[in-house]
């Protein structure tokens, strides 16, 4: 069925700079894809992949370079087919899915076959700094569950950033995500640390496409893939070396692929984690579909952005809630 597509891209800044190993952002610009069918609306907003440099600009291009076949009209199996997995196609493909949730009248995670969807807790993520300052930013997130950090493959300071939090958080479920920063001859003095700070996961220890870095060291925590794995392809080559797979829409290309992702990981015997690039509620609500399947949960992006949309996503007592009227049948753009 034909449709109307508008396309722009929104700077969306940050609150404040955001450190992670080897990069310090300042703003998480996306690109928005708005489809209509009269009174329906199908939206989508991608941030894309920095380290593939799949930004933007270029996902504003190669969507207006399919304006003509979209505007046409096409489903979400032919869209698999017309775009690589990464940014333009996530965008695109959110964008499907509240468009036939709005026809249909039915919610998005029922079309993704949930009898229901429950607030999730979600990890309330702290950017790399001076270990105090770490641990302060932890524990003034009052109502969190579950935390993050980023570490930058510094050891000696990864290893005073993970004590210092522990120390005041106690009770949190904590996870740190070294976001590429180690390799073979630095990672085995940070796992003793890990173990004895109860540090419940370890995601992206290594450079992508060094992976046979992990090999011969004792998963002492359970590893996660991130920028390792990006889509379902790469679940399926490169799934041996880890214990739970970080999904991010970005990544995969939409919530279609992402969906197919989890079922496919559980085959396997991998646990399943849902993240984000940051971006606001548009971004948040389809990755809360996705987090319905996942044993862990990393949807905070919308806290860090200087304005969020409405309506938008809730934080309660450490979970996250989404409704229908964010991204679904009851959205209006």
Same mark, same amino acid.
């Given at each position: ?26 703003a998480m610009p996306a690109t928005i ?116 950090? #980023? %570490?930058?493959?510094?050891?000696? +300071? ?5 004590? &210092?939090? $522990? =120390? *005041? ?78 999904? #991010? %829409?970005?990544?995969?290309?939409? +919530? ?5 992702? &989890?079922? $496919? =990981? *559980? ?6 984690m849902v993240g984000n690039m940051a ?15 996942c044993d862990v949960v990393d949807l ?34």
């Amino acid at each position: 069925m034909p449709v109307e597509l508008e396309l722009h891209n929104e700077p969306l800044p940050l609150s404040a700079p955001f450190r992670i190993a080897g990069h310090v952002f300042e703003a998480m610009p996306a690109t928005i894809v708005t489809l209509r069918d009269g009174d329906h609306i199908g939206r989508g907003e991608a941030a894309g992949v920095y380290y593939n440099d799949d930004h933007p600009g270029q996902m504003l291009a190669t969507l207006e370079r399919l304006r003509p076949r979209i505007e046409a009209g096409l489903d979400r199996e032919t869209l698999r087919t017309l775009l690589p997995a990464g940014g333009a196609r996530n965008a695109l493909d959110c964008a499907l899915w509240e468009l036939e949730s709005q026809r249909s009248g039915q919610p998005v995670w029922k079309l993704a076959g949930l009898e229901s969807v429950a607030p999730l807790v979600t990890t309330f993520t702290v950017g790399a700094d001076d270990p105090d300052v770490m641990a302060e930013r932890a524990a003034s997130y009052r109502q969190a569950r579950a935390l993050k950090l #980023k %570490l930058t493959g510094e050891a000696s +300071l990864d290893i005073a950033r993970v004590r &210092a939090v $522990r =120390a *005041r958080c106690p009770d949190a479920w904590i996870g740190v995500d070294a976001n590429q920063g180690y390799a073979a001859d630095t990672l085995p003095s940070l796992l003793p640390v890990l173990v004895e700070a109860r540090i419940s996961l370890l995601e992206q220890p290594c450079v992508r496409g060094e992976e046979q870095q992990l090999d011969g060291i004792a998963r002492a925590v359970p590893f996660a893939a991130d920028e390792s794995i990006l889509d379902l392809a790469e679940l399926e080559a490169r799934h041996a070396r880890f214990d739970v797979i970080n999904i #991010k %829409l970005d990544k995969c290309g939409g +919530l279609t692929e992402g969906l197919m992702m &989890a079922r $496919r =990981a *559980r085959e396997l015997g991998k646990q399943v984690m849902v993240g984000n690039m940051a971006g606001t509620s548009l971004a948040a609500a389809p990755a809360f579909v996705l987090g319905q399947y996942c044993d862990v949960v990393d949807l905070d992006g919308p806290i860090f952005m200087a304005r969020d949309r409405t309506p938008s996503v809730r934080y309660e007592d450490g979970r996250i809630h989404c409704g229908d009227e964010v991204w679904g049948p009851k959205a209006r753009a």
